[in-house]
């Protein structure tokens, strides 16, 4: 199994520094086509629901001005006007999340960022005129810079950072610490964190202190043809490692519990229960560090790279929300799927803070058979998904919420 952290020996590791509670709930608060509909307005509209429906965090999309409207093509990162709206905007947003006590996430995205001039070998890879206006020694030799050679997987087609210029990340902490300080934002994630080594987003956090960061390490899982293995459990070491090498200061989207879910909920339920009698993601060997989700902007919207079976939705709520890890809500399921399963998202939501389940509660799996999956979280609630008419043995469980193919009871 390799190089393995486990909770159940590490309860003392986690860094006060980064004032986790482990009782997060994200919303991302976007899609891909955000940019289009007056985002930042739209989104304000909407603080009191989120702050009402319990989320802690919500995960905005990046902020700077971008080359492609979407945001992850940056080029001016002190430049707050985007496709999603104007400074002003942003940080009335900002303001108002701030009074309903709900924290905000800046999307980082620092692997890549687009040119604004020609230079070596007539590449876009000069950026002068803006602020930040580094030379062609702050992009990679292999993504046509000066630079060192990547420290991590080359995100194509445009400019790759170097992070082991010390004067690119003299400035990367710069801008965190102004976005941090000035602009308002509490809580990073950092986009294609596979580009570079990890031990520069240690660097990062400890420069700019964000309350809570999650990082996104995502590689494709173990197939066999187009079979998921059962054994994922390289995988889910990979996104351990590279959390571990942040100095343990950031969380990681578990893309091994997205992975095998989704296939799961499809009449494979026994995928979730891994050889050890644990949750086979990375929530099954470091919860506390673990930020489950069903689908983003990516894998699902209208890229569709990797998406949840969209009749299983709720299954996957009703996994992520009763268990142990840091769950995220996509934006689409809950206000634009329709008002039945923004509620039933709530009331899971409800639950798990009414029974205080958290990133770190217990878990015992009590049935992995094909149709039929049910645990027992921090020995207070029950969960089942799959059919039948299976109910936890026992007086003491009351049913409190059920939907299709699901049910939840507390004691």
């Keep these: 199994m390799g190089y393995m952290i ?18 997060e709930i994200l919303l991302q608060a976007f899609n891909w086509e955000s940019h289009k509909h007056d985002w930042w307005k739209n989104l304000e509209s909407k603080v009191p629901d ?38 002003h905007l942003l ?29 070596h070998g007539g590449m876009y890879n000069r950026y002068d005129g803006v602020p930040l206006p580094w030379d062609e020694r702050a992009v990679t030799s292999c993504t046509g810079g000066l630079g060192n050679r990547s420290t991590g997987d080359n995100f194509h087609g445009v400019p790759n950072i170097d992070h082991s210029q010390h004067f690119v990340r003299k400035d990367i902490t710069g801008w965190l610490q102004w976005l941090r300080k000035n602009v308002g934002f509490q809580d990073f994630r950092f986009d294609f964190a596979r580009g570079y080594s990890a031990k520069y987003v240690k ?17 494709s899982c173990n197939y066999n043809g187009s079979y998921l293995e059962y054994n994922q459990d390289s995988h889910r070491q990979r996104i351990i490692n590279w959390i571990d090498a942040t100095g343990q200061l950031a969380t990681a989207f578990d893309f091994t519990t997205k992975g095998i879910l ?24 470091w919860p506390s560090r673990a930020v489950t989700f069903i689908d983003n902007h990516d894998t699902g ?43 039933q998202i709530v009331k899971l939501m409800e639950i798990r ?3 205080d389940i958290h990133s770190r509660s217990s878990i015992r799996i009590v049935e992995a058979q ?25 007086k003491e469980w009351t049913l409190a919420t059920s939907g299709h193919k699901y049910a939840v009871w507390h004691k």
């Design 262 to 285: 989704q296939e799961a909920v499809k009449g494979q339920l026994w995928r979730l229960r891994d050889s050890q009698g644990k949750p086979p993601g990375v929530v099954g060997w």
């Design 353 to 355: 803070k009414k029974n």
């Design 203 to 219: 660097e990062y956090i400890e420069g700019a202190k964000p309350i809570f960061s999650v990082g996104e390490y995502w590689d």
């Design 6 to 23: 486990s909770d159940q020996n590490n309860q003392q590791t986690d860094l006060g520094a980064t004032l986790r509670s482990g009782r």
């Design 50 to 87: 989120i702050a009402e429906s319990g989320f802690t965090s919500v995960w905005l999309p990046p902020p700077c001005q971008s080359f492609a409207p979407e945001g992850y093509l940056p080029q001016n990162l002190y430049n707050l006007n985007s496709s999603y709206g104007s400074e």
């Design 91 to 119: 940080k009335a947003l900002l303001q108002k999340m701030k009074l309903y006590k709900v924290r905000s996430m800046a999307d980082i995205v620092i692997n890549h960022r687009v040119g604004t001039t020609q230079g």
């Design 370 to 394: 094909p149709n039929l999956y049910s645990a027992i979280i921090g020995e207070k609630v029950c969960m089942k998904i799959g059919d039948g008419s299976w109910c936890p043995a026992g």
């Design 301 to 343: 919207s209208t890229q569709g790279h990797w998406p949840f079976p969209s009749n299983h939705i709720m299954e996957g709520y009703a996994y992520i929300l009763t268990h142990p890890g840091m769950p995220s809500v996509f934006y689409d399921h809950f206000f634009d799927w329709g008002d039945s399963l923004h509620s």
